[in-house]
């Protein structure tokens, strides 16, 4: 764990500081916000930034979504800041710590902030088959490739790959190549020099050189542009960067994960991904099943999630009910665990008291999880039904599945010629010859009024 306090170290903040050492997190210090920039700029990365309250909160979180740097931030200040406290919330502070400082309560944000990183929950066989082949890799340099639908836990994964690594207590940095434009993410990987392009007013070092000795994520790798992936094979292979407008190579030591949401043997074929780059990060892969494939998963995380969100409202201790539990099971949850997630942050604020029904269970727009579950029971019925239609079609002539749907529809119409037609889209005149055709054939041809009873 690492922690950079910011503001001044007089009094109590030193002494939350040794409590934070004590507790086996690495502490840096910086006197304001242009100082913690400029550390986090030159790669001194950070997993938890502990500010005092009467620092500019809202500016410091500002400037770091300014330069897309992610990091939890948490308040810390005397019981008489309150409206200091109050801002920094709304600005975006994950926690705010009271001072003088409780040891207990600064372990549990660091131990908080380390789970985080590396928590996975799984009860399913299907998920402990993958968990298991991550134990094996975990230990080992290799490049991973994490693969799943959007909100299986890819980033999950990639942080538990991390923890249980030799680089465990080196950095973990992660970029999301999907939330970068095309033409910041070179810089943003590789990091730049002092006047490199427009903007470039200081030395940036990239996130190849802030994760060195630990890992580096490329989440959504798929997303990242064509060419830009040629300069991504060559770092992956020599594990050598260049800076934008930099004049020398410089060495970086880290293990490469990679994830996607998409086929990336598919997006080579299509010319979309790099092939050589993809045998680069795919030494092994780790694919994770959709929630709907790992139905034991489901309770486990509900209760959860019921559980963190029920303290972080300051709620008493929600649970489900098994009425609750069981229409979990059978949703669809085509988001996955983020879904799941968040219909649970949602059921807990709902809930009319401490057992959460199936009533508080609730999509986004309000419908309840049962009618859901009963829409996406007829659409999969639906389905089933078009795919045995279709089934049952194959190996049979058009002219024998034209007269069967001629011969059905009139026989819905009670044997009325010119409502068939306009059902069918064709004239009576093709009708009635179509009908006199069948007739010669010998297929029985319902009168008017009249239904068919047999189809030869």
């Known amino acids: 764990m690492r922690l950079l306090i910011i503001g001044s170290l007089e009094g109590q903040l030193s002494e939350a500081s040794k409590m934070a050492m004590d507790g086996g997190a690495k502490v840096a210090h910086a006197g304001g916000i242009e100082i913690a920039l400029a550390e986090l700029r030159a790669g001194k990365g950070a997993d938890l930034l502990l500010v005092d309250v009467m620092v500019d909160i809202p500016a410091l979180i500002a400037a770091l979504e300014a330069e ?36 207990e309560l600064i372990a549990a944000v660091i131990a908080a902030v380390a789970r985080e990183n590396s928590d996975f929950l799984f009860r399913d066989p299907a998920m402990a088959r993958v968990v298991k082949l991550a134990d094996q890799i975990a230990s080992s340099d290799a490049s991973i490739l994490i693969t799943g639908e959007s909100g299986t836990g890819k980033e999950v994964m990639a942080k538990y790959l991390h923890a249980r690594s030799r680089r465990a ?54 997303e990242m542009d064509f060419r830009l992936q040629a300069k ?43 092939e050589d780059l993809l045998f680069r990060l795919n030494v092994v892969n780790l694919k994770l099943p959709p929630l ?33 539990r069981d229409e979990l099971v059978k949703a669809p949850w085509q988001g996955n665990v983020r879904e799941l997630e968040n219909t649970l942050h949602r059921a807990v604020l709902l809930s009319q008291g401490n057992v959460i029904e199936p009533d508080a269970i609730r999509m986004p727009d309000g419908t309840e999880l049962t009618e859901a579950v009963r829409h996406n029971a007829l659409a999969a019925h639906a389905a089933q039904t078009a ?3 279709t089934r049952a079609m194959v190996g049979r002539t ?59």
């Open 169 to 222: 207590s080196r950095p973990f940095i992660s970029i999301n190549c999907a939330a970068i434009p095309e033409h910041l993410l070179e810089s943003e990987l590789f990091g730049h020099e002092k006047g490199a392009f427009t903007g470039a007013v200081a030395r940036r070092i990239g996130k190849f050189e802030e994760a060195n000795g630990g890992t580096l994520l490329l989440d959504e790798i798929s």
């Open 292 to 324: 709907r494939e790992r139905p034991g998963d489901i309770v486990a995380l509900a209760e959860h999630f019921v559980a963190r969100y029920s303290a972080a409202n300051g709620l008493t201790q929600r649970v489900l009910s098994q009425s609750a």
């Open 232 to 274: 991504l094979l060559r770092a992956v292979q020599e594990r050598v960067i260049d800076r934008v407008g930099g004049t020398k190579p410089v060495p970086v030591d880290i293990r490469i994960l990679a994830t996607s949401n998409r086929d990336l043997a598919l997006e080579v074929a299509e010319g979309r991904f790099r």
């Open 68 to 103: 897309r740097i992610h990091i939890p931030v948490v308040a810390c200040g005397t019981e008489t800041n309150a409206a200091a406290a109050v801002n920094a919330i709304r600005a975006g502070a994950k926690e705010y710590i009271p001072l003088p400082p409780d040891a």
């Open 387 to 389: 795919d045995a239609v």
């Open 398 to 456: 058009v002219a024998d599945v034209e007269r069967e749907l001629i011969l059905d529809t009139l026989d819905h119409c009670l044997g009325n010629r010119t409502h068939a037609a306009n059902i069918l889209g064709i004239s009576i005149r093709t009708l009635r010859n179509k009908l006199n055709q069948y007739a010669e054939e010998g297929v029985p041809i319902p009168a008017p009024g009249e239904h068919r009873f047999s189809v030869a």
